[in-house]
């Protein structure tokens, strides 16, 4: 079953995977309703998506316990020049948002992993191009970070070719942006934020994302909100057994905004510490991203190409503080 009504109480639509099937005609009927979907807020939530229950525990569970060792034991593999590392609150300033003058830094710690890049590959040494840190505390940290990224990767490649079929191509269609996929996986944390904080302090300011497509977990304290196309902050509240999906800058490029990447926050005023885990399934570095030609006629004017690598270093060159700090 597919559907992508809302439930009572939530401001997203639902799409049922029904367990990802990509042949026949259910699969054509699940690709209709991410279109639905999408073209409404470029959010939804996902269900049956084949990931499993057990793989969820293990990565928040391996993020509370990141989050918990001493700051001088994070701070020993501050992030890098691959953007592989902890990154500590108040780190980054997201200055490129397109949806808000951001001047307080974001108050939300990570770590992030991303592809493994071995020194003897070709690509040793390029943007992103590396290997991850990982703490001496917690040896068994790289284990489930590795292997929720593996069965993230398989969710994430079967989910590509379905967005194909629903935007009218072949499943095949986007194989050529993921030979060597730039993918990052996120373990973050929100402290509580007090009620009085100021109006334009955030866990993480109003932004889009930059690649192709983020896959979201949560636990269940909630704080992400979606601004829809009227300008509306909706809560996306957390939906047990679902993900939250939404479209990034290149894939909202791809579509002339048919699918559109939509501005999100998080703001924690629950009083609780909050723990989100997004999986970032972006094209590769040297992708050309260039408007579908099914869309190029669209009444919105088709954006010019960019090659995602420039894109995405300019991006972060300039919102994170360790990049400006060498």
């Not at 997203?12 to 054509?28: C, F, K, S, Y």
């Not at 592809?115 to 068994?140: D, I, K, M, T, Y």
Request: net charge negative.
């Amino acid at each position: 079953m597919s559907r992508n009504d809302t439930q009572q109480g939530l401001a997203l639509p639902i799409v049922d995977l029904d367990g990802l099937a990509l042949e026949g005609p259910l699969n054509r009927f699940v690709a209709a309703s991410l279109d639905t979907a999408f073209r409404s807020t470029g959010f939804c939530y996902v269900a049956n998506t084949g990931v499993s229950n057990t793989s969820i525990e293990r990565i928040f569970a391996a993020s509370k316990e990141f989050h918990a060792l001493d700051r001088s034991a994070k701070d020993r593999i501050a992030i890098n020049a691959f953007h592989r590392g902890y990154m500590a609150p108040k780190s980054s300033l997201i200055q490129t948002s397109s949806v808000a003058k951001v001047t307080r830094p974001n108050l939300s710690e990570s770590f992030m992993a991303m592809h493994e890049v071995a020194e003897s590959s070709p690509r040793f040494g390029l943007p992103l191009q590396g290997p991850n840190q990982w703490p001496g505390e917690l040896p068994e940290l790289r284990q489930s970070v590795l292997a929720y990224l593996d069965e993230m990767t398989v969710f994430a490649r079967r989910f590509t070719a379905l967005l194909a079929v629903a935007l009218g191509l072949s499943a095949e269609h986007f194989d050529r942006h993921f030979t060597h996929p730039t993918i990052w996986l996120r373990l973050l944390h929100y402290p509580p934020q007090p009620v009085d904080m100021p109006h334009d302090q955030f866990g993480s300011a109003p932004h889009t994302d930059y690649g192709f497509l983020t896959l979201l977990a949560q636990d269940e304290n909630g704080g992400l909100e979606v601004r829809d196309r009227s300008g509306q902050w909706l809560p996306a509240q957390p939906l047990p057994g679902t993900f939250i999906v939404n479209v990034a800058d290149m894939l909202a490029r791809m579509t002339n905004n048919r699918w559109p990447s939509t501005p999100h926050r998080v703001r924690n005023l629950t009083g609780k510490d909050r723990y989100s885990v997004p999986f970032f399934w972006d094209t590769n570095m040297d992708s050309q991203i260039a408007c579908l030609d099914r869309f190029a006629s669209d009444a919105e004017q088709a954006p010019d190409p960019v090659i995602f690598g420039h894109y995405v270093m300019e991006r972060l060159d300039r919102n994170y503080a360790y990049r400006k700090h060498g």
